[in-house]
């Protein structure tokens, strides 16, 4: 009877050793739990062997009551979890026409401002795409890259100044239709395409330098009718890349810098710029690429300078209103049909005057260069400079 009895005792006991261990366990807050602050989610990414410990923001939401009640419009993420830092963003990773439920989970977010802490110094791409209502993002010092579709159809997000910024990625700010405000710093080295697609933009100056962009930066621009390239050194060489300003049809005055070595234009670089009347400051161009200005319907006059090296036969197809084209240069093959290292499956050699219509008058320098267009049979009139047979200055 007693060996009964202590067995119901001992028994009775680990009943209740384990009823508390379970109460414990939920009691408990687990680790997970416990790093969530600042409405976010916390991964820890070690890095590399000599990398430094990080933690990175890797959802804003999912765990976050507040937001995912539509309650929360302002976000704060944490500079650090226990003396470790927070250094990124990195809630992309997405593909945008695959993960519908990903942008209809940030849709329905009523998030107007995300405030950063001055530890972050990367961002991924996607991190805050699908944020229609968001308005503002502060950019901490150690943020230099914009990448990939980092604020894809954040439709309200107004302001972006960064000082040190050196990359604008593919679809950056696409469709961010609210945007009018945006600072190009002399830092900035590359553009992608259809970066600012859509955009609100008032004003854009460039610096004077080699900027490697992509196709149609400013495509569907709102307000955008001037955009205008900052004075450099006399070392500085101006490079308007391939594609740049292509389908630009808002854009009417280009303002290119009276200080700086050379001005590149490159392929296509206004091509299908349909309202372009003025383009100012080409004393410093030395090159003008295949279909730089093409289908620029509306500009009446161009000047080419003294110092050009080249100008691509189809520089200027397809620009129905240019009546006067200026050459400051005397250079012979500007006039002859001789650039060899150009061939067409339809004609030999042809240079830039062969695409202008016919009615086209053309101002040069010298007798020389006149006799020299007319030996060549050119249908429109070759007029020699003088003050008063010179265009009116744009």
């Not at 004003?203 to 955009?227: D, H, I, M, Q, W």
């Not at 509306?298 to 129905?320: D, E, M, N, R």
């Not at 062969?354 to 009615?359: I, M, S």
Request: charged share 20%.
């Amino acid at each position: 009877m007693k060996t009964r009895t202590k067995r119901i005792l001992l028994l009775s006991l680990c009943v209740a050793l384990l009823a508390g261990c379970a109460v414990f366990a939920f009691a408990a807050p687990k680790p997970a739990e416990t790093k969530v602050v600042g409405h976010v989610v916390y991964s820890y990414r070690p890095g590399g062997k000599y990398a430094k410990e990080h933690y990175a923001v890797t959802d804003f939401f999912d765990t976050d009551e507040a937001a995912q009640n539509n309650t929360k419009k302002t976000i704060r993420i944490r500079e650090s979890i226990g003396g470790v830092p927070v250094t990124a963003i990195e809630t992309g990773g997405f593909n945008i026409d695959r993960d519908a439920y990903y942008s209809s989970h940030r849709v329905s977010r009523p998030v107007r401002k995300i405030i950063l802490p001055d530890t972050i110094t990367s961002i991924s791409p996607y991190a805050f795409a699908y944020f229609p209502l968001l308005k503002t993002v502060n950019f901490p010092d150690g943020i230099t890259d914009i990448p990939d579709y980092a604020f894809y159809e954040c439709r309200y997000f107004k302001k972006v100044e960064i000082s040190n910024l050196k990359s604008i990625g593919d679809y950056a700010f696409y469709n961010c239709c609210c945007m009018y405000s945006f600072t190009f710093p002399d830092t900035l080295e590359s553009i992608g395409d259809y970066a600012f697609y859509h955009n609100a933009l008032k004003k854009a100056s460039f610096p004077c330098k080699e900027l490697r962009t992509g196709y149609a930066v400013f495509e569907n621009s709102l307000y955008l009718r001037k955009v205008t390239f900052r004075n450099g050194t006399k070392d500085d060489v101006l490079v308007i890349d391939d594609g740049m300003f292509a389908e630009f049809n808002d854009l009417q005055t280009v303002v290119l810098p009276t200080v700086a070595k050379e001005v590149r234009i490159g392929n296509a670089a206004f091509m299908n710029c349909n309202n372009l009347k003025t383009v100012k400051n080409t004393e410093l161009i030395t090159t003008i690429g295949s279909c730089a200005f093409e289908n620029c319907r509306w500009l009446p006059s161009f000047t080419i300078p003294a110092c050009i090296k080249y100008v691509h036969p189809y520089a200027f197809v397809g620009c129905q209103k240019l009546t006067e084209l200026t050459l400051n240069s005397t250079d012979p093959l500007l006039l002859q049909k001789s650039l060899k290292h150009y061939k067409d499956w339809t004609m030999d050699d042809v240079n830039f005057i062969f695409f202008l219509r016919n009615d086209c008058r053309i101002y040069v320098l010298t007798p020389e260069m006149q006799k020299m267009a007319e030996d060549e049979g050119l249908s429109r009139s070759v007029v020699l400079r003088t003050p008063d047979a010179l265009p009116a200055a744009a």
